[in-house]
């Protein structure tokens, strides 16, 4: 039977309650007409299936924790996102969900959003990129995903009502982008809409985004489903072209048969909004015939290593203190709870019930003992009990090792749903405990477990080397410790900047808003956008990590160096290995558009290519540049625009270690 055919043999209230969730993870089916329930549930770095139990509480069931979408993108290696996709989505099988709730791709405006430890990055190109491999990934399995939260939540702070106040371009360029490229190259079966409004109006009632430019202009062709709780009027949204409204309320119900009655919504909206619904709906079923009844558990938790291995950023590294000499060290001090305890993911709606957790501190001894090496434990002085104790057998410890490698990060209450950070920097008594160690050893090492940037500036001087481990799910422990023992070297990149100090971030002025609006004044300003083009001093640049090698960038070519706007334009370049370990590193290619009559971003990533590379071998890499490279969002024409005349190609190690330049001239009418 067609849809259309199944959906005219429907009751008005079978209608209505198929557009109204079933409770908070399902939806309704509707047994005499053949129409299944389906089943979603949380993610999106692993499947959070609550259960309901006897006593009507519920449980969350055991699955597979991977890195965290901020590590993810650290990665810059979409294959690496494809693959926990596929993972996800067999853990989903086996579970019996038809679609995991991820991923979130919101743009990290400000530093201090909860949320950040679960979106990609401050630039709408790689956020978008490694959304659209997720999607990929999961979706190549049969199981369906939601991108979120469509669109404009960068903070938690008052989410449920706060208007983000946003500019044409600036909403296009940047707070959109990251949807629009994820919906092209990966049609996720439903996005999810967001709790706030965008320039006054509600983002589950927001029509011209989500009919006029979700689907009209973008194609989108699955269902939007609210966030939870997160839809005021019904009828509007429905009118909107919101399909889902979860989960269940009764009172969305009798809104929509109030407004069916008053007609106010008329038979077409409904029954396009279900056509659009249940064409998923059956999807979702009919791919149950082909699910696994179990996972490889040991499988993905390797996969889950092999992405926290490529996610870890080295930061700092003075006197290559980094990887851990056995030649110079024969005790080494371990420091911190983090390493006994590691922080693996944020809080909040995301938070995974982990199947294992390998920790740092064991890790660490297993490969020390391999190396010859004594390590000693210290638990640091930061744990709440402050006890003398603790502190003094820290820093004696501290004191008699060759080398210290001090573990701390942001404890869950600090980066999570639902709050925003309210300082980006370490807590205080960690800060101090940098500053005791350090002083009594200047061989420190600071490895950070967090979701999104820090401000170090009070200690990162007075410590050799810093590795941000992120919140690297459940395998970040062994890699971790490979990264430190130089068993592979490291290759993460931050995928946002690190600022001197949240004052100088540029929506530090207007965050978190009046309880009305938050009015994002810096517009297309957003990360390095700002810092390069105002030329901002940074703690560390957007793209920054070093290695345990050194790259050579050279032979740059364009072609052709004279374009038609809709030619496509290719950028190739050799990078070598000059030193002597392997080593993995991500070429960003940045353009500048050095003629623009509107204001433009000094530089904006359009590419990334990922290599990995043998001592001393040389490999040469390109890239395929298209409109959207050169484009921008014309508010006069209100559309996409190039202007004629000459660019500038910025290769670079990181947006501001830029390694080779060269121009194209673009003939535009
Ligand atoms: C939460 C989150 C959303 C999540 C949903 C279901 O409020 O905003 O990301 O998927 O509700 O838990």
Redesign the pocket.
């Known amino acids: 039977m067609d849809l259309k055919s199944l959906i005219a043999e429907m009751t008005l209230d079978e209608k209505l309650q198929l557009l109204t969730g079933k409770n908070n993870w399902e939806t309704v089916g509707i047994e005499r007409l053949g129409v299944p329930s389906i089943v979603v549930s949380?993610?999106p770095h692993g499947l959070r299936k609550m259960v309901r139990e006897e006593d009507g509480s519920y449980k969350t069931l055991k699955s597979t924790c991977f890195p965290t979408a901020s590590a993810m993108s650290a990665t810059w290696n979409p294959e690496l996102a494809y693959q926990v996709g596929e993972c996800i989505a067999e853990e989903c099988q086996a579970e019996n969900v038809d679609i995991i709730?991820?991923p979130?791709v919101n743009i990290k405006r400000t530093p201090l959003c909860g949320r950040n430890f679960?979106y990609f990055s401050e630039d709408p190109y790689l956020a978008g990129e490694m959304a659209a491999a997720y999607i990929n990934g999961v979706q190549s399995k049969d199981v369906g995903t939601?991108l979120?939260?469509y669109a404009a939540n960068n903070q938690e702070y008052d989410r449920h009502h706060i208007s983000s106040e946003v500019d044409t371009r600036a909403l296009r360029e940047i707070y959109l982008k990251p949807f629009e490229i994820a919906v092209k190259k990966s049609k996720p079966w439903t996005v999810?809409c967001s709790?706030n409004r965008i320039n006054g109006v509600y983002g589950s009632e927001h029509k011209v985004l989500l009919d006029d430019i979700l689907r009209k202009e973008w194609g989108f062709d699955g269902f939007v489903v609210s966030?939870?709780?997160a839809v005021w009027d019904r009828a509007k949204s429905l009118k909107a072209t919101l399909e889902l409204a979860?989960p269940y309320d009764e009172k969305h119900f009798g809104a929509l048969k109030k407004a069916y009655e008053e007609g106010k919504i008329t038979d077409e909206e409904i029954d396009s909004a279900l056509e659009r619904f249940l064409t998923i709906v059956f999807r979702a079923y009919n791919a149950r015939s082909k699910r696994v009844k179990e996972y490889d558990a040991d499988k993905h938790h390797e996969v889950a290593k092999k992405v926290a291995l490529e996610s870890i950023t080295l930061l700092k590294n003075e006197d290559n203190i980094l990887p851990v000499n056995k030649s110079k060290v024969k005790k080494l001090a371990i420091i911190g709870e983090f390493a006994a305890m590691p922080i693996i993911q944020g809080g909040?709606?995301?938070h995974v019930q982990s199947t294992k957790v390998d920790t740092p501190l064991e890790k660490i001894k297993h490969l020390a003992q391999k190396e010859g090496i004594e390590v000693e434990y210290a638990i640091s002085m930061s744990v709440p009990s402050h006890s003398q104790y603790n502190q003094n057998t820290a820093l004696t410890v501290a004191e008699n090792a060759d080398q210290v490698i001090m573990f701390v990060g942001n404890r869950n209450h600090v980066e999570g749903?639902?709050h925003d950070r309210t300082s980006i920097r370490l807590a205080p008594d960690i800060e101090n405990a940098i500053l005791q160690v350090s002083r009594r050893n200047p061989n420190t090492v600071v490895v950070i477990q967090a979701g999104s940037a820090i401000d170090m500036s009070c200690w990162i001087g007075k410590v050799k080397g810093v590795v941000f481990d992120w919140y690297s799910g459940q395998a970040g422990g062994s890699a971790i410790a490979e990264i430190l023992f130089g068993v592979h070297s490291p290759s993460g990149k931050i995928a946002e900047t690190f600022p001197l100090c949240l004052e100088d971030t540029p929506s530090y002025d207007t965050y978190p808003g009046d309880g009305i609006v938050s009015w994002y004044k810096e517009g297309i300003m957003v990360g390095y956008r700002y810092y390069d083009t105002f030329e901002k001093p940074v703690l560390f640049p957007f793209g920054h990590g070093l290695s345990y090698t050194q790259f050579e960038y050279s032979d740059l070519k364009i072609t052709p160096d004279v374009a038609n706007e809709n030619d496509e334009i290719t950028v190739s370049l050799s990078i070598k290995n000059i030193g002597h370990v392997q080593g993995k590193e991500t070429v960003q290619l940045y353009v500048r558009d050095m003629c623009s009559h509107v204001l433009r971003p000094y530089k904006e990533l359009k590419g990334f290519v990922k290599v990995d590379l043998e001592p001393g071998e040389k490999k040469e890499i390109s890239f395929k540049l298209n409109r959207d490279a050169f484009a921008y969002y014309s508010t006069a024409v209100d559309d996409w625009h190039i202007e004629g005349g000459l660019y500038k190609i910025l290769i670079g190690a990181s947006s501001q270690d830029i390694r080779l330049t060269g121009t194209i001239k673009i003939s535009a009418e």
């Open positions: 949380d993610g709730l991820g979130g679960e939601s979120k939260h999810m709790y966030d939870w709780g979860m909040g709606s995301a749903e639902s």
